[in-house]
């Protein structure tokens, strides 16, 4: 698929951004590459699809643009393919293809253990999109460049959480699942890990403590943690209290993957059904009737599986009149 730029997209936050650069720039960024290989690959059926062009509507580099090693940031982008109509005819219209091309993401449900009770790691930071002050989430992070999903969720526990982190190696990180939050604008893809740890009083007080204030790039990243009982956690993602899918999705997944139904944390069993004594009163006096019908004549219907009786009419019973006396004789 052909990349151009069109002569109406705003390039750059500052518009100061070269078409050809902005071309090169997409093309060292490894998650939009994948995506326009995807895109070759998986709607190569020349019989459903016809492939068009790949338009760049606008680049967000993280750092500065001419420098060859980056290989972070956003391209906003929108891939022309056709399929064809009920009737064999292809479309002129085009699939929706306008999206932002930002690469996958990992993210933990971390659960520390201290003095037999678990506690569950989050971070609070500022998110402008959804206009959230203070956001409750899971740590989580962008891949970048080609590191796997495994190498980000450790980077990013290690800057998130602190060095209190740092003994946690790959195979302490259990996949839970991977999940598309966003799919009909978005290629970003999210594994989910899960990962157990055990503190002592003075790595626990240290950990509750922590916040992060680092320049990154054009931006301050600044977030600071908060632990959370695992009961007081599990009903706040159930009351959405704590809206972040990541946290959700990972409470699921770690709870659907690790207990039973019955024995998971705060599940009770449903109680039997128990009626009253009316209600079974009202059961039996309906199960133990006789059948009968409706719009038929009032006569009770034959018992089930008994002998129909002979119906005969019924002879009218009338008295006899006696003839008067008359009081007048001739």
């Known amino acids: 698929m052909e990349i151009v730029v069109p002569n109406k997209a705003y390039l750059g936050m500052k518009k100061d951004i070269a078409p050809q650069t902005a071309i090169e720039f997409a093309n060292r960024l490894t998650h939009f590459t994948d995506w326009k290989t995807n895109l070759e690959t998986k709607f190569s059926d020349e019989n459903k699809f016809k492939l068009g062009k790949i338009s760049i509507l606008d680049v967000v580099p993280f750092g500065p643009i001419a420098d060859p090693d980056l290989r972070k940031g956003f391209v906003f982008a929108n891939a022309e393919i056709y399929n064809k109509d009920k009737n064999g005819k292809w479309n002129t219209s085009p699939i929706p293809g306008v999206s932002l091309i930002r ?181 039996g006096f309906l199960s133990n009737r006789r059948p009968f019908s409706f719009g038929l004549s009032r006569r009770a219907a034959p018992k089930q599986g008994g002998k129909k009786r002979k119906q005969t009419k019924k002879k009218k019973h009338t008295k006899k009149r006696r003839p008067r006396k008359s009081s007048y004789t001739r």
């Open 103 to 283: 690469g996958g993401a990992s993210a933990v449900l971390v659960i520390v253990e201290n003095n037999n009770k678990q506690y569950v790691v989050t971070t609070v930071q500022p998110r402008i999109p959804g206009a959230y002050p203070e956001y409750i989430e899971i740590p989580a992070g962008m891949t970048d460049g080609l590191e796997s999903f495994e190498s980000t969720a450790l980077k990013e526990l290690r800057e998130e959480l602190g060095e209190q982190m740092f003994d946690i190696k790959v195979d302490d990180l259990n996949p839970l699942t991977t999940m598309h939050p966003s799919i009909g604008g978005c290629d970003e893809a999210i594994k989910i890990f899960y990962t157990i740890m055990n503190k002592t009083d003075d790595e626990f007080a240290q950990l509750a403590k922590y916040t992060r204030n680092e320049v990154d790039g054009d931006t301050v990243e600044s977030l600071s943690l908060q632990v959370i009982p695992y009961q007081t956690f599990r009903q706040m993602c159930l009351d959405s209290t704590i809206t972040d899918v990541k946290a959700q999705l990972a409470l699921l997944m770690y709870e659907a993957k690790t207990q039973s139904p019955a024995a998971a944390p705060g599940v009770v069993a449903p109680a039997p059904a128990v009626r009253s004594s009316m209600m079974q009163r009202a059961q």
